[in-house]
Structures are given as structure tokens and as C-alpha cells.
């Protein structure tokens, strides 16, 4: 009756190895270096895997910045000369626009950046 249970207990667990490996995908973090100056960003957009961890990795080239996304829940200050990171995980597929946060000058209002959310 004991190996019974033993031979039951290594069919689910070999049966549960290839499902587990699917559904979970690959969750390492997405990493973005993401360089503010007047008026842009560069990159100016990026396309990131819905429920996967980003990181963005932020920098200025001259004066403050900021990023913010009320959709993706993130505000941050890019200051010259350091780097802020920036950590979220999408949960909704969409086109999202991050704007600049401080203002920077006459351009300040059409600095922006666009995170493009995907299906995996």
C-alpha cells in the first residue's frame, strides 16, 4: 500500500514540474535605462510584458526631470548626476503616457514617455 501512495506522490510531482514551468514565464525584472533631457526622453518609448516586474533605470542629462504615470501608480525625481530608479509591475494591456513631473522649461509640457503594456 506504501509504494502505491509513494508511486502516486512521483507521477503528480513529475506531472506538476512542465505546468509549473509554463505558467510561470519568465518574471525577471525588465530593465529600461531611460535618459531625460530638454524636452524628451530617451528612449521616448518602451513595450513591457503585462504582469512582469520593470525597472527603470532614470538619469538627467542637465536639470531636474520627473516622471510620473497615474495609470501605472509611479512619480519619481530625475536629478543630474544620479540615478532613481523606478520599480513597477503592469496589470492592464494599454498605451500608457508618463509625463515630466517638474518643470523644466518652455517645452516642459510635451515631454513625454510612452510605456506600451503587451500579453506576454
Same mark, same amino acid.
Given at each position: $500500500?506504501?509504494?502505491?501512495?509513494?508511486?502516486? @506522490?512521483?507521477?503528480?510531482?513529475?506531472?506538476?514540474? !512542465?505546468?509549473?514551468?509554463?505558467?510561470?514565464?519568465?518574471?525577471?525584472?525588465?530593465?529600461?535605462?531611460?535618459?531625460?533631457?530638454? @524636452?524628451?526622453?530617451? !528612449?521616448?518609448?518602451?513595450?513591457?510584458? /503585462?504582469?512582469?516586474?520593470?525597472?527603470?533605470?532614470?538619469?538627467?542629462?542637465?536639470?531636474?526631470?520627473?516622471?510620473?504615470?497615474?495609470?501605472?501608480?509611479? /512619480?519619481?525625481?530625475?536629478?543630474?548626476?544620479?540615478?532613481?530608479?523606478?520599480?513597477?509591475?503592469? %496589470?492592464?494591456?494599454?498605451?500608457?503616457?508618463?509625463?515630466?513631473?517638474? @518643470?523644466?522649461?518652455?517645452? %516642459?509640457?510635451? $515631454?513625454? @514617455?510612452?510605456? /506600451?503594456?503587451?500579453?506576454?
Amino acid at each position: $500500500m506504501k509504494r502505491t501512495y509513494e508511486r502516486c @506522490f512521483w507521477i503528480l510531482i513529475l506531472l506538476a514540474i !512542465p505546468s509549473a514551468l509554463l505558467a510561470g514565464g519568465d518574471s525577471s525584472p525588465q530593465v529600461f535605462t531611460v535618459t531625460a533631457k530638454r @524636452f524628451s526622453y530617451q !528612449p521616448a518609448e518602451i513595450t513591457v510584458q /503585462n504582469g512582469r516586474p520593470v525597472v527603470l533605470e532614470l538619469t538627467s542629462e542637465d536639470v531636474t526631470h520627473g516622471l510620473k504615470s497615474k495609470d501605472l501608480h509611479f /512619480n519619481a525625481a530625475i536629478h543630474k548626476g544620479r540615478t532613481t530608479e523606478v520599480t513597477f509591475t503592469p %496589470h492592464q494591456v494599454g498605451r500608457f503616457v508618463a509625463r515630466c513631473s517638474h @518643470f523644466c522649461g518652455m517645452g %516642459h509640457g510635451s $515631454m513625454t @514617455f510612452v510605456i /506600451n503594456v503587451v500579453d506576454k
